[in-house]
């Protein structure tokens, strides 16, 4: 079985070691882009377009048994926040700006979740 890993660079971190949980084996795939954003999963184009590759790795994929890991968000707090400071001038409140963050998330959860109860049902 896989744990497939998608994120930025940041997510690196699980490696492609393998692991064994209950005598089951599991194996880290990375799947990670570099410069990954929150922000790009809620355009329907974006510079890296890693959402698409997000939903069709979860298309194709026809083992259910694969695990997903999603970690993204760090390079909108600790890039994307700042730049928007510092280089465009705007004052941005930071609890706005994660309320933002946490509600694209959860818009793209949803929208995996019901593209995968319609390829499995």
Same mark, same amino acid.
């Given at each position: 079985?896989?744990?497939?890993?998608?994120?930025?660079?940041?997510?690196?971190?699980?490696?492609?070691?393998?692991?064994?949980?209950?005598?089951?084996?599991?194996?880290?795939?990375d799947?990670?882009?570099?410069?990954?954003?929150?922000?790009?999963?809620?355009?329907?184009?974006?510079?890296?377009?890693?959402?698409?590759?997000? +939903? !069709? %790795? @979860?298309?194709?994929?026809n083992? *259910?048994?694969?695990?997903? $890991?999603?970690?993204?968000?760090?390079?909108?707090?600790?890039?994307?926040?700042?730049?928007?400071?510092?280089s465009?001038?705007?004052?941005?409140?930071?609890?706005?700006? +994660? !309320? %933002? @963050?946490?509600?694209?998330?959860? *818009?793209?959860?949803?929208? $995996?979740?019901?593209?995968?109860?319609m390829?499995?049902?």
């Amino acid at each position: 079985m896989n744990i497939k890993y998608f994120g930025c660079s940041h997510s690196i971190i699980f490696g492609n070691d393998e692991i064994n949980i209950d005598n089951k084996k599991y194996k880290f795939i990375d799947c990670h882009q570099d410069s990954v954003s929150l922000k790009g999963l809620s355009k329907k184009s974006s510079k890296t377009n890693y959402k698409l590759k997000i +939903i !069709d %790795e @979860l298309k194709n994929n026809n083992n *259910n048994n694969d695990i997903y $890991i999603l970690k993204i968000g760090q390079v909108d707090l600790e890039f994307g926040f700042y730049y928007k400071i510092n280089s465009d001038g705007i004052n941005i409140d930071i609890n706005l700006f +994660i !309320d %933002e @963050l946490i509600k694209i998330y959860k *818009n793209f959860l949803m929208e $995996i979740n019901y593209l995968n109860s319609m390829l499995h049902t």
